[in-house]
C-alpha cells in the first residue's frame, strides 16, 4: 500500500480525526485541565455516584487498566472520591467531590465549543449525517472493541 492510499482507508481517517478532536478538546478546556477522558469519567461518575472502576472502564469503553492512571489523577486533584463498598470493601467505589462536580459544570460551555468546533467546517446537514453514520460504525463495530462499550441500569 502506498502512502496516498494508506491517507484514504477508513482507520487512518478516523485516527486523523481523533488526533484533531483530542487537540481541540484540549484546546478548548486548558483552563480545567481536562482530557477528554478525564471529562467522560467525571460524566459518567455523577451520573452513577458509587460506580466501581470496572463498570466506569465499560461505560466509557476506556480500558481498565489505564482508567486506573485517570482516576489517580482526578483523585489528586480532589475531583473524584473512592471509598470502600458496605458489600466487599476490597472494591472502591467513586464519586465526585464538590470541586470535581463544580468542574465538571465549569467545563460544560467549554465542552460544547470544542464539539462545535469540530463540526464548524462541515454545514449542519452534513454534521447531521457523520454523527448518523459514526453513531451507527460504533455500535455495529463495538464487539471488535478491545474495551466494548457496556450500559449500565
Known sequence: MRLKQLQTQPGHLIRR?????????????AAFDLTPVQY??????DEHEGIDATRLSAQIAFD???????????????LVER?????DRRVKLLKLTDIGRAIMREAEAAVRRA?????APLDAERRRVLLDLL??????NNDASRVPQRRIA
Do not use: H, K
Open 115 to 119: 464539539q462545535e468546533r469540530i463540526l
Open 17 to 29: 480525526a481523533q488526533q484533531i478532536a483530542v487537540a481541540i478538546f484540549i484546546e478548548e478546556c
Open 83 to 87: 471509598y470502600p463498598s458496605r458489600d
Open 64 to 78: 481498565r487498566s489505564t482508567l486506573g492512571n485517570v482516576l489517580e489523577r482526578l483523585e489528586m486533584r480532589g
Open 135 to 140: 453513531a451507527q460504525l460504533v455500535e455495529l
Open 40 to 45: 467522560a469519567a467525571l460524566v459518567a461518575i
